[in-house]
């Protein structure tokens, strides 16, 4: 049983958005506190990627754990209701996801995901995007 009412359940999920996210936020101005621009969620490349470096043919996904079902704590939570209903949605958008990975890398872009877990260490972060960035 919900805890919540329908109306309040209502509210909650319409808060809930695919386009500048917190972690979306901070990825985004760690890397262009480092001196890199991007575009924003090119409808023109699958997936609309979060960032978009045309020049370097490179993208970044930010993916929120839950949303994307990373295998971390936050990644592995399952609603208690409508089991079934969540269980065919987020495989969906698993293999969304790995469908648009695929036709990115398929057309020449190479491709990092960033999850909503690992924006909590940011140094570790900061590093494997100016990795990421500066590789050729």
């Known amino acids: ?3 919540l009412t329908k109306a309040e359940r ?3 999920m319409s808060r809930v958005r695919s386009k500048d996210t917190t972690p979306e ?9 480092m001196g890199f621009r991007f575009r924003l969620h090119s409808k023109e490349l699958p997936g609309s990627p979060d960032l978009v470096f045309a020049r370097r043919r490179k993208v970044v996904l930010v993916h929120g754990c ?5 295998n971390c704590r936050a990644g592995r939570n399952r609603p208690v209701t409508r089991k079934s209903y969540w ?4 495989a969906g958008n698993r293999k969304r996801d790995r469908l648009n990975s695929a036709r990115l890398r398929r057309d020449g872009w190479i491709v990092l995901t960033v999850w ?7 140094d570790r972060l900061a590093q494997r995007l100016k990795s990421f960035m500066e590789s050729t």
């Open 1 to 3: 049983m919900d805890k």
């Open 10 to 12: 209502s509210v909650l």
């Open 25 to 33: 936020l901070i990825v985004r101005s760690m890397i262009h506190r």
């Open 66 to 70: 839950f949303w994307h079902g990373h």
């Open 87 to 90: 269980e065919a949605k987020l």
């Open 116 to 122: 909503e877990c690992q924006i909590r260490e940011s």
